[in-house]
């Protein structure tokens, strides 16, 4: 299994055909940022580290929150 890694969750997110970029901020948050992102209803994501997520689950991630603003 691929190690998760915030570089390795972006490359997922790329193959997928996402230009949005997961980013750490302060205080565990992770938040995804770029492309149609500023579109969104939301883009943080709520887990408690990055880990909680495998690389699959990342891009359901990013394709949940990038549905949520075609879908409103």
Same mark, same amino acid.
């Given at each position: 299994? =691929?190690?998760?890694? $915030?570089?390795? $969750? ?6 997928? +055909?996402?230009?949005?970029? &997961?980013? *750490?901020? =302060? +205080? ?6 770029? +492309?149609? %992102? =500023?579109?969104? =209803?939301?883009?943080?994501?709520? $887990? %408690?580290?990055? %880990? %909680?997520?495998? &690389?699959?689950?990342? $891009?359901?991630?990013? *394709? ?7 879908? *409103?």
């Amino acid at each position: 299994m =691929p190690r998760v890694t $915030v570089e390795a $969750v972006n490359q997922a997110i790329a193959a997928a +055909g996402g230009q949005e970029r &997961l980013w *750490r901020a =302060p +205080g565990g948050r992770f938040w995804l940022y770029g +492309g149609d %992102s =500023p579109r969104w =209803p939301e883009t943080l994501v709520y $887990v %408690s580290r990055l %880990s %909680s997520l495998s &690389l699959e689950g990342w $891009v359901a991630e990013w *394709r949940r929150l990038a549905a949520a603003a075609t879908n *409103r």
